[in-house]
C-alpha cells in the first residue's frame, strides 16, 4: 500500500474515540463544537473542559451567547488567557444571532468568515458538524506528517506551510473527514507527541520515514524562534477600608477589557517607592501626599506567546479624606467586589496570595 494510503487507513481504524474521551466529541451541534475549538485554540483539552462545560451550561444556544453583557462573559473566560478568543467569540455570536437569522454558517467559506475563526477552526467545524471534506492543519498534524515523511524543510514558511496543506488535504479521507480529522488531532496529541513519541505502540511505525532514519525529535523542523519582549509592570494597589480602584484595559494592547490596579509600566524593574515616584508618568489624579507605601510584592512572572510580564505590586493606603477622582476607564469599587471583575492570571495570582491581607 503506499505511503499516503496507508497512513489515511492506520490512523482511521487506530481511532477509537473512547480512547479520549471529551464533552465536544460525538455532536454535530456546530455551535457547542465552535465554542469547543475556539477554547482549544491555545489551550490544552484538560485545562479547557470545565470552561467548556460552563460556557455551554450558561449559554446553550449562540443567542445567549450574542445577548450576554460582555463583562460577564470576560469574567466566564478569566483564566483561560488568549482574551481576544473571548471578544471575537461574542463578536461573531451576535453577528449569527443578528444578521443570520441565530443559523450557524454551514459551509467552510462562511464559517471562515466569523471573527475569530482561522483555516483551521474553520476545517474543524466543517468536518466535524457538517462532514465537509476539509483537513485541519495545526501543530499536531505538522510534527504527523512531518515525522511520517520525514520532511526536512522547514514548516513555518510559505512554502512550508502550502506544502502542509496540500499534503494534509490529499491524505484526509475525504468520505469521512469528521472523524479522520479527529484520529490525527488525537494521535499527535497521545501517540506522536512532542518529546515522548511512542513509537513502539505506533500504528504508523512500520513506515514511518523519520523512525527509520533516526530524526523523529528533529521534526518537525522550524526557522523562526520565538522572541519575546520583556515588560515591566508596577500594579499601584490603592487600598482604603472602603474601596480599591481598578481599570479597565481599554487600549490596542494584551489583556484588552479585562481589568487590572493602576498601572505604570517601566523599561526596567524598579527597586524602591522612591524611584516609583520619580519615574515621571504618575497620574495626576491620584495624590501621592495621600497615598503612605506598604510593601512591595512581586516580581511576578507571566509567559505569553509574544511577551514575557514582569509584574510588582505596590501596596499603598490611601489616607485622603475624598475618594480620587479618577478618569472614566477606572471604577472605585468596594474591596470584597474585586473579584467579581475578569483580571489578567498574573493579577488572579496576586488575589490568592494576598487574600487575607487585602480584605
Ligand atoms: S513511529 Fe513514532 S515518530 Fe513515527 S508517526 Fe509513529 S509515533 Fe510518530
Redesign the pocket.
Known amino acids: 500500500m503506499a505511503a499516503e494510503e496507508f497512513l489515511t487507513t492506520a490512523l482511521l481504524s487506530w481511532y477509537e474515540p473512547e480512547r479520549r474521551p471529551l464533552p465536544w466529541k460525538h455532536i454535530d451541534d456546530p455551535y457547542r463544537i465552535w465554542l469547543s475549538e475556539i477554547i482549544l485554540q491555545q489551550t490544552r483539552a484538560e485545562q479547557g473542559r470545565p470552561y467548556y462545560e460552563k460556557f455551554v451550561k450558561k449559554y446553550p444556544a449562540v443567542a445567549d451567547l450574542a445577548l450576554a453583557p460582555e463583562d460577564e462573559l470576560m469574567k466566564m473566560w478569566e483564566g483561560l488567557g488568549y482574551y481576544s478568543r473571548a471578544r471575537n467569540l461574542h463578536a461573531a455570536a451576535k453577528v449569527i444571532h443578528n444578521e443570520l437569522g441565530g443559523a450557524f454558517p454551514s459551509t467552510f467559506e462562511d464559517i471562515l468568515k466569523l471573527k475569530g475563526v482561522g483555516p483551521y477552526t474553520a476545517a474543524a467545524i466543517a468536518s466535524f458538524a457538517f462532514n465537509l471534506p476539509h483537513a485541519v492543519v495545526d501543530g499536531n498534524v505538522y510534527r504527523?506528517l512531518s515525522?511520517?515523511f520525514d520532511y526536512e524543510d522547514a514548516t513555518d514558511t510559505t512554502a512550508g506551510k502550502r506544502y502542509f496543506a496540500e499534503l494534509a488535504q490529499r491524505v484526509l479521507a475525504s468520505d469521512n473527514a469528521g472523524r479522520y480529522n479527529q484520529a490525527i488531532m488525537d494521535f499527535g496529541a497521545t501517540?506522536?507527541t512532542p518529546k515522548a513519541?511512542?513509537?513502539t505502540e505506533?500504528p504508523?511505525?512500520t513506515q514511518?520515514q523519520?523512525?527509520e532514519h533516526g530524526t523523529?525529535y528533529q521534526r518537525p523542523v522550524k526557522l523562526k524562534k520565538l522572541q519575546r519582549r520583556t515588560r515591566y509592570f508596577n500594579y499601584l494597589v490603592v487600598r482604603h477600608p472602603d474601596f480599591r480602584i481598578i481599570e479597565k484595559r481599554t487600549g490596542k494592547d494584551i489583556w484588552q477589557n479585562l481589568y487590572q490596579f493602576p498601572l505604570l509600566e517601566t523599561d526596567a524593574p524598579l527597586e524602591s517607592w522612591s524611584e516609583l515616584q520619580q519615574q515621571g508618568q504618575w497620574p495626576s489624579w491620584l495624590p501621592i501626599e495621600n497615598l503612605s507605601f506598604q510593601r512591595k510584592v512581586g516580581p511576578r512572572k507571566q509567559e505569553l506567546t509574544h511577551q514575557r510580564i514582569i509584574a510588582q505590586f505596590w501596596e499603598l493606603d490611601f489616607q485622603g479624606e475624598a475618594t480620587p477622582d479618577a478618569p472614566d476607564n477606572f471604577s472605585v469599587v468596594k474591596p470584597e467586589n474585586c473579584r467579581k471583575f475578569a483580571f489578567p492570571k498574573i493579577i488572579g495570582w496576586y488575589f490568592d496570595d494576598n487574600l487575607l491581607y487585602l480584605f
Do not use: E, F, P, Q
Request: proline share 0%.
Open positions: 504527523v515525522r511520517y501517540i506522536c513519541a511512542r513509537c505506533c504508523l511505525a514511518c523519520a523512525l523523529v
